[in-house]
């Protein structure tokens, strides 16, 4: 065999070998990547059924249910639409009614989405800025359709 040829077939077994590195790269970030969604988007069906993504809005004013053992639901609105949310877990101390809250999981078979994890915001003049800008657009689309 030539040096030519043997040159050319390490070089052709690397680059098999950087394409199958890539290919796994990428793989395993599409995995974990988590996308956000307002309660409109997810009443609309814009949020994948069997994907874990994030959910945003305002937590309803009377929505907060303690159930069996540390199970919560809560609405979460976006002020167009409303989301039911189940957590099982200790909520964060800055959880309240009223305020932004991002959650993350999956929805399930009956509708509600079923939180892994629960973020509140940490002071009380922030707010996450998709929270706000999808507030935002609900409000607007509100007022759009009522005028």
Do not use: C
């Amino acid at each position: 065999m030539k040096a030519r040829h043997k040159r050319f077939g390490f070089i052709a077994a690397g680059l098999v070998g950087l394409g199958l590195a890539a290919w796994l790269v990428l793989n395993a970030l599409d995995n974990n990547l988590s996308y956000f969604f307002s309660p409109t988007e997810v009443v609309e069906n814009k949020a994948p059924a069997d994907h874990v993504f994030r959910l945003g809005g305002l937590v309803e004013g009377g929505s907060l249910q303690r159930g069996q053992e540390l199970t919560i639901r809560f609405v979460v609105s976006d002020g167009a639409n409303r989301v039911n949310v189940a957590y099982t877990g200790i909520l964060p101390d800055l959880f309240a009614e009223g305020q932004g809250v991002i959650a993350q999981g999956r929805m399930g078979e009956d509708g509600v989405f079923i939180a892994d994890e629960v973020l509140a915001k940490h002071d009380e003049n922030y707010m996450p800025p998709e929270v706000a800008e999808a507030l935002d657009k609900a409000h607007n689309q509100a007022t759009e359709a009522t005028n």
